[in-house]
């Protein structure tokens, strides 16, 4: 795959420049799903996953273009209780990948799809788009608690993200539609941008946050839980060699300050 032809300074670097070292500070894996089958019932899809070891898992998709595999690679973190963050590539799609966050006590359940496109397709907007499908788990008993919902939540708010001795960013939730990020410690130190993301509340304290850079082909599915004072995500993108990677993160989490707006006025 060609590398992004987007202009961008010249000290900007590249994916795996900057995701080097990045899930030091990441919860460990786990294989407490693993002989399990987990039915996810999605607004376009049903999906069924079968994990058989701690990173190898079966599963079938049963939509218009459909699709299975054995054997494919994934990751369960266990990022709160009975909650798991499971991430998935899947070989017959290199330029995707799926991540799955759902929970086995109340059945809820959202997935986020990330998929590579070129710049042609992307047409001026970031080049890995996202998909999200809130949803439940069958074969139980009904879903409880709260259904993952869009929300604004977050907005106004600002935290300090540690991945690693090396790496630590700035988030500043601008709106809706938008966050801003600048590196306080490691190779992008001095760098900040705004780009494009997406907020999910999950259950109290519980949110999904991503985002889509514009500068650089990359994107990123992170789950925050507030109480632990943890995140916990993986980036998707393109290497300055023009390779596809999917590269786990995770970081300690610090709440730093918070913006309140007027009623008269705020953001989108």
């Known amino acids: 795959m060609s590398t992004d032809t987007t202009t961008k300074p010249a000290d900007w670097k590249t994916y795996d420049q900057f995701a080097l070292g990045i899930a030091t500070n990441r919860l460990p894996p786990t294989d407490a799903l693993a002989g399990q089958t987990l039915v996810l019932a999605l607004p376009d899809f049903r999906l069924t996953l079968k994990p058989r070891t701690q990173h190898t898992i079966d599963w079938q998709e049963e939509c218009a273009r459909g699709g299975q595999a054995q054997g494919d690679w994934y990751e369960a973190i266990e990022v709160a209780p009975d909650t798991f963050f499971l991430d998935i590539t899947q070989g017959s799609r290199p330029t995707e ?13 959202l997935a986020i799809r990330c998929r590579i496109v070129s710049a042609e397709e ?20 009904a879903a409880s608690g709260t259904e993952p919902h869009a929300t604004r939540d977050l907005i106004g708010l600002r ?13 500043t939730y601008l709106s809706s539609e938008r ?38 082909p990359v994107a990123s599915v992170f789950f925050f839980d ?7 995500g993986k980036f998707l993108g393109v290497t300055g060699a023009g390779e596809v990677a999917n590269n786990p993160a995770g970081a300690f989490m610090r709440k730093a300050a918070q913006t309140f707006y007027p009623p008269e006025f705020g953001p989108v």
């Open 97 to 109: 990948a799926l991540t799955v966050v759902l929970n086995t006590r109340t059945r809820r359940v």
């Open 122 to 141: 992307a047409a001026g907007q970031p080049r890995v788009p996202q998909d999200f499908w809130p949803g439940t788990l069958e074969g139980g008993a």
């Open 159 to 171: 935290t300090w993200q540690t991945y690693s001795p090396n790496h630590t960013y700035e988030h």
């Open 179 to 216: 966050y801003a990020w600048q590196c306080l410690v490691g190779v992008q130190r001095g760098h900040g941008d705004v780009d494009l993301a997406s907020y999910w509340k999950f259950d109290d304290g519980q949110y999904v946050f991503t985002f889509r850079e514009f500068l650089i």
């Open 226 to 232: 507030f109480t632990q004072g943890r995140s916990t």
